[in-house]
């Protein structure tokens, strides 16, 4: 016996006994076979889609209300809340009038502080106060002196 010949006998006799084409599905017949559990199964599927569509648009247009709600309440409790008044600092105790060294009276708060109580009118003076505090620098003093003094 050859053998090449026992393998192919041993392939047809397997392809006879096993149905090796691709299985292919007959819905219609299925559900011809089983006509209850389909009726029980789209019966289901119906209620389910028709009671979820239902509730799904009650609870988005439940929602939306409740969103258009709060904004208008919000909006409402901005424009009702009274704002504080600003804080205008007495005229000679801003930061410029406590200012207890020379880096102080050229600080931001200091300049700004001068400017609100006065304009640039007092702003002018504040300078002047700093430039006659600081005065010009004889050219021998180094950066680190400078730092320093402004340091205290």
């Not at 819905?27 to 289901?44: C, D, F, I, N, P």
């Not at 010009?136 to 320093?148: A, E, F, K, N």
Request: aromatic share 4%; proline share 6%.
């Amino acid at each position: 016996m050859n053998t090449r010949k026992d393998e192919q006998w041993l392939d047809g006799e397997l392809r006879r006994v096993i149905n090796t084409s691709e299985p292919q599905f007959d819905a219609e017949a299925w559900k011809r076979k089983h006509a209850g559990a389909y009726e029980v199964l789209t019966s289901r599927g119906r209620k389910t889609l028709d009671v979820g569509f239902r509730t799904n648009g009650r609870r988005r247009l439940f929602v939306g209300t409740l969103a258009a709600a709060a904004v208008i309440l919000m909006g409402v409790a901005i424009l009702l809340t009274p704002t504080p008044p600003q804080h205008q600092p007495e005229p000679g105790v801003g930061a410029a009038a406590k200012a207890t060294s020379p880096a102080d009276i050229v600080s931001m708060i200091a300049l700004r502080t001068a400017y609100r109580r006065g304009g640039e009118e007092a702003l002018n003076q504040q300078l002047d106060k700093a430039l006659n505090t600081l005065g010009p620098r004889p050219d021998g003093l180094s950066t680190l002196q400078v730092l320093h003094d402004l340091n205290g």
